[in-house]
């Protein structure tokens, strides 16, 4: 059974304290494995797609990287703004567009 | 406007009533998805519509759930005879390529 887990739960960080947040995966080929953020009240907002293993992809204080069994969101230097919930999901190449999300990880970043 | 549209916002009913939440996707969008938010926890992913094709209905959890969709525009998600246990966040997502999906705010629902 396709299953994805992170890790994590929940994380607080001072402002400028790196880290990086863990999705493992579980799938019968992967056709693709998505970040998104979703802030309280509101829908997910995609970040990054990946493809294969040792891709990589950047974007401000991100960076998210891909290998065969797990997937990490690097966060550097972060800021009060970068508090949201990150979900990791992943679509199976037998699945179609279906798409199996983790429970996410709660971010806090402290001033 | 350019983006997902959910309504409304807010729901409460009362226990055994029916409730229509409605979506509406980006313009052009083939893909569209209905997806379930518990309070704390992740995405449980319900219905898929994708163009003309027969819609992916494994994720709906009882009978008390349907959804329709009108060719690629409007979807709505009905509950039937609603219970406590569907009180949650029902998030409308579309998608037109490469599987990124495009989410509106969502509808709280609340059943008393």
């Known amino acids: 059974e396709d299953q994805v887990t992170q890790s994590p739960e929940a994380l607080r960080l001072q402002e400028g304290e790196s880290s990086s947040l863990n999705c493992s995966y579980t799938?019968?080929?992967?056709?693709?494995l998505f970040w998104y953020r979703q802030d309280p009240g509101k829908g997910p907002e995609f970040l990054f797609t990946l493809y294969s293993a040792g891709e990589e992809k950047e974007k401000e204080r991100l960076k998210a990287t891909l290998t065969k069994k797990e997937s990490f969101l690097h966060i550097t230097a972060p800021k009060p703004e970068d508090s949201a919930t990150y979900l990791c999901?992943?679509?199976?190449?037998?699945?179609?567009?279906?798409?199996?999300f983790g429970p996410g990880t709660s971010l806090s970043v402290i001033p | 406007g350019a983006g997902v549209s959910q309504s409304p916002s807010n729901k409460v009913t009362e226990k055994g009533k029916d409730v229509e939440l409605r979506c509406d996707p980006i313009?052009?969008?083939?893909?569209l998805y209905w997806y379930r938010q518990r309070l704390g926890q992740g995405l449980e992913f319900l219905i898929y519509?994708?163009?003309?094709?027969?819609?992916?209905k494994s994720g709906l959890p009882s009978d008390r759930f349907s959804a329709e969709r009108t060719g690629e525009s409007v979807s709505t998600l009905t509950i039937q005879r609603t219970q406590q246990e569907d009180s949650a966040v029902y998030l409308c997502?579309?998608?037109?390529?490469?599987?990124?999906?495009?989410f509106g705010a969502g509808t709280r629902l609340s059943v008393l």
């Open positions: 519509f994708q163009g003309n094709s027969a819609p992916d």
């Open positions: 997502a579309s998608s037109l390529v490469r599987n990124i999906q495009y």
């Open positions: 999901a992943v679509q199976a190449e037998a699945s179609y567009d279906k798409v199996i």
């Open positions: 799938v019968s080929g992967l056709r693709g």
């Open positions: 313009s052009g969008h083939t893909a």
